[in-house]
């Protein structure tokens, strides 16, 4: 019987490591397909987008959160001050950054989208020294560095300061680290509702606006663009809650590298699906990035060798006594 855990127990955990990793592919899949969705809801503009999408999520999170009777949690956010706060400012990034993804996406420039996720790794460490005081690796300063230098690069060659990538860059890295600062005592689900029901009263009144003023197109537009706008809810949960089961079964390094997905298939599909024109250029400027997101996962894998064999080393040494 003890014989038959020992070798049951790797193999458990190796097909949670898979699943996990499937998970990963898939929410990290379905984001970077998130061009085409958004070039879809058009004629609809981003606010009108943003809003329904907010609209929608919160009520796709309800319906989970009641099936599920989970909803005591609620009263314990009301009456935590910070963790309001803190919930309404995470809100508040990622509904920026959801703006200027879809605005970006509706414009022709998705390209400039994917950039943004591709500087995101590289924004995330800087504010990790700036704000946390964290303390890097060489290879980081390194990667840090390289990903400042294509920012001025892109500013110069370009002409104009590349507003869309360093905005969802700076606005997704911000909200990762609020969400570090309130602390994770929300689920992802849990979270999800609480941000998107912090702004739904923006939402509302932003929908009611663009009614009176006969630019909405949720009713004039055909059942069909009805229909794609109210999937917003679903679309939007759907990989998060992939993401947390993915989170839950692989180490970090592992998400680490499976982030690169996304931005790959958004550049992928602006370029050959949504027939946008990326200048050479610009190209240089993802060459730069590259670079840089290569220093950082070189350094994040032999890092995560490191502590490994530290721990397999501590375990020989130590070994946990038998009785």
């Known amino acids: 019987m003890v014989a038959e855990r020992v070798v049951s127990a790797p193999a458990a955990d190796d097909q949670d490591v898979r699943r996990g990793t499937t998970y990963g592919f898939l929410a990290y899949g379905i984001w970077g397909l998130f061009p085409l969705y958004f070039a879809a809801l058009a004629p609809a503009g981003a606010f009108e987008v943003l809003s329904h999408r907010i609209l929608w999520t919160l009520a796709f999170c309800a319906l989970v959160l009641a099936v599920r009777r989970d909803g005591a949690w609620v009263r314990r956010v009301v009456r935590d001050r910070r963790l309001t706060a803190g919930i309404t400012v995470a809100g508040l990034l990622i509904a920026t950054n959801w703006t200027v993804y879809v605005l ?6 998705t390209y400039e989208a994917a950039l943004g996720y591709f500087l995101n790794p590289i924004v995330t460490v800087a504010l990790g020294v700036v704000v946390l005081r ?7 300063w390194v990667a840090v560095s390289i990903g400042a230098l294509a920012s001025v690069w892109l500013t110069v060659a370009g002409g104009i300061i590349p507003w869309i990538p360093l905005a969802l860059a700076f606005s997704f890295a911000l909200y990762g680290l609020t969400k570090k600062r309130v602390g994770a005592s929300l689920t ?5 509702a609480a941000e998107t029901a912090a702004l739904s009263p923006v939402a509302l009144v932003v929908l009611v606006l663009l009614t ?3 630019e909405s197109t949720f009713t004039t537009d055909g059942t069909v663009h009805a229909g794609l706008l109210v999937l917003a809810g679903v679309v939007t949960a759907v990989p998060l809650l992939l993401f947390a089961a993915a989170a839950r079964r692989i180490p970090l390094v592992t998400i680490g590298l499976l982030q690169f997905v996304t931005p790959v298939l958004q550049l992928l599909a602006g370029v050959f699906v949504l027939g946008e024109d990326v200048s050479g250029r610009l190209w240089v400027g993802f060459g730069i990035v590259w670079v840089a997101l290569a220093v950082l996962s070189y350094d994040s894998v032999t890092a995560a060798r490191r502590h490994r064999r530290a721990l ?5 040494e130590c070994p946990e006594p038998t009785v």
């Open 312 to 316: 397999r080393r501590r375990d020989a």
């Open 104 to 109: 970006a996406v509706l414009t022709g420039r």
């Open 134 to 140: 964290e303390r890097l690796r060489p290879l980081q």
């Open 188 to 192: 992802a689900m849990r979270s999800l």
């Open 212 to 214: 009176t003023r006969g």
